[in-house]
């Protein structure tokens, strides 16, 4: 099945549904809202790299997911916007699964939203994007304009921004590539509603709190003494943007860390099952069948030596677990990673990271030093894994030629 061909027609179909449904009231759950959800999806979609099938249920219900507002207005337009995707989809050749996946996907949109799975969690994701973006201000507004419409008068202000100020506070990006892209964002616009609302300090829970809060309030407190010109000038901090790619180069780093430890997981359990039906069956006759000696022989140490690669990619290194005062005075020290300080106390850590945290170039140094270290430590794992599949694959058709050749050139007797 060719599941483009399908999608296109589907972008086509909800397209000119917009075209064809006008409502004047209709100002922010339109055709513009859509085709930013559908974009939103399909970034997402692409970072956790979806087979066909699941590019095309997050796609389609993408598309879908707001149609029932033409039909009805916003209660229950998720029910109806899934039933017209239903509709669409019947008789295109898309199995039932599917379509049930997409409505799945387009209900889970109404809010509360409660996805249970990845594709629902990343239409869920992609429906409230804009969230976390600088077109939120703009979104939110048109989102207050549509509200008026339908009931006919005017929405406070107060009372408008402070039910966004709890929709902010309640919502939660589902998807961990959301969650490090869009949360600081997020984060910023729901602060500057609260500053319109006046502040609402956070207590302090405990010790290590409270030291990092007296930390925080002492470079706020160094911030008043600089100029009003320079501290509006620093709103606009490039380390934002820098930050959010370390994080997400960490995550994808800590992803194919996880997807090498799956492929050598399997090939332990492939070969572990192929050794136990050798010695089982294969060498408790092996008297009766003496020309298949050598090519059992040949299996088994391929089998053997592909779980010892296997098993030297998934094996982990661990650093002694301590670093000095000289570490950290030389900024030598990563405290990002565990391996540095797990045999440490808790003091010593925190003041190592409050020193770290002082120091910009001891912290970005640090985060450098962590990504780099993760690429090395995946390079490694990803060499022994090649070694491994390498392995089993030559290994394999050696094995399956001397069997051939004994079993043709030596029959037993």
Known sequence: MDYNIILDQAQQYVRNFFSS????????????HTEQVVEAARM???????????????NVAAWFHDTGYFKGGSPGHEQRGAEMAAAFLTGTGVDAGAIQSVKGCILATQIPQKPTNLLE??????????LGTDRFSERNKLMRKEGEA???KKIDKDEWRRSTIRLLESHQYHT??????????????????????GPSPAPVTNAITALLRQHVE????QEGLKPEKEKKKGKKDPGRGIDTVFRITSNNNQRLSSQADSKAHIMIQVNSIIISVLL??????????????????????????????SILATRPHIPPGTFSKQDLDEKKVNLLFFGNFYKMSLQEYAGGMLQMMDDRDFLYGSLIRDVYFQ?????????????????FMYGLIVSVLAFMIAALAYPSK
């Open 121 to 130: 969690d990343i239409v869920c994701d992609a429906d409230l994007f804009h």
């Open 150 to 152: 339908f009931k006919g």
């Open 218 to 221: 002492g470079e706020e407190d």
């Open 21 to 32: 449904h006008i409502d004047v009231r209709i100002v922010y759950h339109d055709r513009t």
């Open 44 to 58: 997402i979609a692409q970072h956790y790299q979806l087979n066909e099938r699941d590019f095309f249920i997050v």
């Open 176 to 197: 961990d590539y959301c969650r490090l892209l869009l949360n600081e964002k997020k984060q910023e616009n729901l602060d500057k509603l609260r500053e319109k609302e």
């Open 280 to 309: 089982s069956l294969l060498l408790r006759k092996i008297e009766d069948h003496t020309n298949l000696a050598i090519p059992a022989t040949i299996l088994l140490t391929v089998n053997l030596a592909t779980i010892i690669f």
């Open 375 to 391: 690429g090395i430590a995946l390079g490694n794992k990803y060499r022994w894994l090649r070694l491994s599949y390498n392995t």
